[in-house]
């Protein structure tokens, strides 16, 4: 069955910078684009980032774009987000997701989710 | 593209049909999906392409709409359908969710 875990969450201070996961299993990772999206605490849903299934584009809120990366590694059936210039914020849940059809290069639905990894942005 | 949900909070009570409206600051042609979220689980893809239903999901939530205006109508509340409710908008980066709906008892 098709299994996503986030890690790499934690507490960071403003300005530095944190590097989640995401380990896939139970599917063909490197056929899928993959969805990056957080809750703060109590807030809705803010869809963060995009990578492509052959990691060639990328999509970006504009809260987080020119600070966070999205990559993968298709070897090891891994997403990133790494999150630079980290503020207040970004404290939220981070979840990652994949998308609903093979092949896409631009991103459609989100079907499977992680249970997430919390972020929180504090000096 | 912006997404508003009303209403943001809504009362019911089992056996309730109930709808919540989901508009968009632009046409999404049918770029549109509905998703549950539960206190502390990840969300629920409930409704994709507008109006088709995700395997698994009960018949009794339908999704429907088209341009700017969508609407996710559950026939008859269940205790298990208390949740908060968002739309997701496919059309163009960046994607958005609506701000979401709250059901409650």
């Known amino acids: 069955q098709v299994q996503l875990v986030e890690s790499g969450g934690g507490v960071v201070q403003p300005g530095r910078s944190l590097r989640l996961s995401c380990a896939a299993s139970g599917f063909t990772f490197s056929s899928y684009a993959m969805h990056w999206v957080r809750q703060a605490p109590g807030k809705g849903l803010e869809w963060v980032a995009l990578i492509s299934y052959d990691g060639r584009n990328t999509y970006y809120g504009d809260s987080v774009k020119g600070r966070f990366t999205v990559s993968r590694d298709d070897s090891k059936n891994v997403l990133f987000l790494q999150m630079n210039s980290l503020r207040a914020e970004d404290s939220a849940v981070y979840y990652c997701?994949?998308?609903?059809?093979?092949?896409?290069?631009?991103?459609?639905?989100?079907?499977?989710w992680g249970q997430g990894t919390l972020v929180t942005v504090s000096s | 593209i912006q997404l508003t949900q009303s209403p943001s909070f809504l009362s019911a009570s089992v056996g309730d049909r109930v709808t919540i409206t989901c508009r968009a600051s632009?046409?999404?042609?049918?770029?549109l999906a509905w998703f549950q979220q539960k206190p502390g689980k990840a969300p629920n893809l409930l409704i994709y392409a507008v109006s088709t239903l995700q395997n698994g999901a009960p018949s009794r939530f339908r999704g429907s709409g088209s341009g700017t205006e969508f609407t996710l109508t559950i026939s008859s509340l269940q205790p298990e359908d208390f949740a908060t409710y968002y739309c997701?908008?496919?059309?163009?980066?960046?994607?958005?969710f609506g701000p979401g709906t709250k059901v409650d008892i």
């Open positions: 632009q046409a999404i042609s049918s770029y």
């Open positions: 997701a994949r998308d609903f059809f093979r092949y896409s290069g631009s991103g459609t639905y989100p079907d499977y």
């Open positions: 997701l908008q496919l059309k163009s980066s960046p994607f958005t």
